[in-house]
């Protein structure tokens, strides 16, 4: 998001997604992801999902 | 609509069952006052034509037994209706599977286990009376409230499952 100079509020547009849906996503606190959700963030940053996805133990 | 309506009358037919218990409940109290400390013809009409009047010439100990058993399940079923009462207000149908909903189910289950067994007791304490020949009958329902009891578990743990099932469902974005 902040390789592309995108606000919270710009990519909640962009993929639809409400800016609370957002800030679980961006908390960690999700404990699903929709593939449609995860092709829509992609899509709208360009990137891969493995870019925004990280293991953590 | 349909469902709504029918919850409705649920309310109000919960809500005069739980009037009827605290009445016989209070009504039982004061038989039992009446009869120990006014007059002991009270024992002879104790609740609806129940006649107690046998146990007292017997024995004021049974009788004192046998009341203090009725008045406290009467009483416990009085309560198990207010549970359903609390239950029927925070009832939700658009968000039926929350917290209170399922512990509020919970203690109901425990409640009715808790009368079940208060039953059994008050059962069996009859029993020892009548084979002293003394003729007492009185439906305890023991068994119905165990049986009830198993039943609300049941749904009990499927209400936990539910939350659960709900709060993962909230949480996938």
């Known amino acids: 998001m902040a390789k592309r100079k995108m ?12 800016l609370s849906n957002l800030s679980i996503l961006k908390t960690g606190k999700a404990k699903a992801v929709r593939f449609s959700t995860l092709e829509a963030i992609c899509e709208v940053l360009d990137c891969q999902p493995g870019d925004i996805l990280e293991f953590v133990e | 609509m349909k469902t709504n309506i029918i919850m409705k009358v649920m309310n109000v037919i919960f ?3 739980f009037i009827g218990l605290c009445i016989k409940t209070g009504a039982l109290l004061v038989s039992l006052f009446v009869t120990l400390f006014i007059n002991s013809n009270g024992a002879e009409d104790t609740y609806m034509g129940l ?11 049974y009788y004192i037994g046998v009341a203090s058993f009725l008045i406290a ?41 808790g009368i079940g067994v208060v039953a059994i007791i008050a059962e ?10 003394i003729d007492l009958q009185i439906d305890w329902g023991a068994e119905q409230f165990l049986f009830f009891a198993g039943i609300i578990y049941i749904i009990a743990l499927v209400f936990k499952k539910g939350v659960e099932i709900q709060n993962e469902n909230e949480l996938t974005i």
């Open chain 1, 7 to 18: 606000s919270l509020n710009e990519l909640s547009e962009k993929v639809g997604l409400t």
């Open chain 2, 15 to 17: 809500w005069i069952v």
């Open chain 2, 51 to 61: 006649d107690l009047l046998d146990i007292y010439s017997f024995s004021v100990e």
């Open chain 2, 73 to 113: 399940i009467t009483a416990m079923k009085a309560n198990l209706a207010y549970f359903v009462i609390k239950l029927f207000m925070k009832f939700d149908l658009n968000y039926p599977f929350n917290e209170k909903t399922a512990s509020l189910i919970t203690q109901m289950s425990h409640y009715a286990l």
């Open chain 2, 124 to 133: 069996s304490y009859a029993d020892r009376i009548m084979r002293q020949g």
